[in-house]
């Protein structure tokens, strides 16, 4: 079983920035995946970036450029550093670990910008 605890959510003006992190515990095995999902109101959860165990990472093109994901491999933490935040960009943000076996997710952390 992982258990997964974001942090770092908050309210910022247009073109600010936030940095969510995401704590794993449990059952971690390699290879895995960590990655960051958001859903906005009304709408359906979309993936925004994904990082390997091994550092290999992939955005979607609306945070490519903006948006940065690291890891932490010793603290099992994945972090989302967010530049440039625009007000299309405010969703609850859920961080996922994907491994054989499972597919866990966070309890979501919310993200809010407007000026």
């Known amino acids: 079983q992982v258990q997964l605890v974001e942090s770092g959510g908050g309210s910022v003006q247009p073109g600010g920035s936030l940095r969510l992190s995401c704590a794993a515990s449990g059952s971690i095995f390699s290879p895995n995946v960590m990655g960051w999902y958001r859903q906005a109101p009304g709408k359906q959860r979309e993936w925004v970036a994904l990082i390997t165990d091994v550092g290999r990472s992939n955005y979607a093109d609306s945070v490519r450029g903006r948006f940065t994901i690291s890891r932490d491999a010793a603290k099992n933490t994945v972090y989302l550093q967010m530049n440039s935040l625009k007000p299309e960009d405010t969703a609850v943000y859920y961080c996922?670990?994907?491994?054989?076996?499972?597919?866990?997710w966070g309890q979501g952390t919310q993200v809010t910008v407007s000026s």
């Open positions: 996922n670990l994907g491994q054989k076996g499972s597919n866990s």
